[in-house]
């Protein structure tokens, strides 16, 4: 009986679900992968303009669990943050919140 009630708190930890903590796995990736991207010399190389695209795809492939405003505000919250580096790479992810 013991042993059956440890497991059921065991399991009562968290409401998210594991496709829930993938994405913000992969998120939390490419955030810190393109935090490391964003300096002064970031909009001469292809390497911003690549994980810019790649954090597209990512909203895509998640955009059902997302939500059309969750993926709207992550594609805003990103252009505004890459954009003093990369205008490009702003005016994709801008361009891209509007399909939401």
Known sequence: ML???VLLVAGCGSNRSGAQKQMDAKFDSI??????????????????????QRYIVLVRQYADLLGPDEARHRLNAKGDEVGPYCLA????LYDEAKRY
Do not use: H, I, K, W
């Not at 992968?33 to 964003?38: C, F, G, I, Q």
């Not at 790479?89 to 994709?92: G, H, I, K, T």
């Open 31 to 52: 955030d810190y992968s393109m935090a490391n991207l964003e300096t002064l010399t970031a909009g001469y190389g292809p390497n911003l303009r690549q994980a810019t």
């Open 89 to 92: 790479c702003a005016a994709s």
């Open 3 to 5: 042993l059956l009630a």
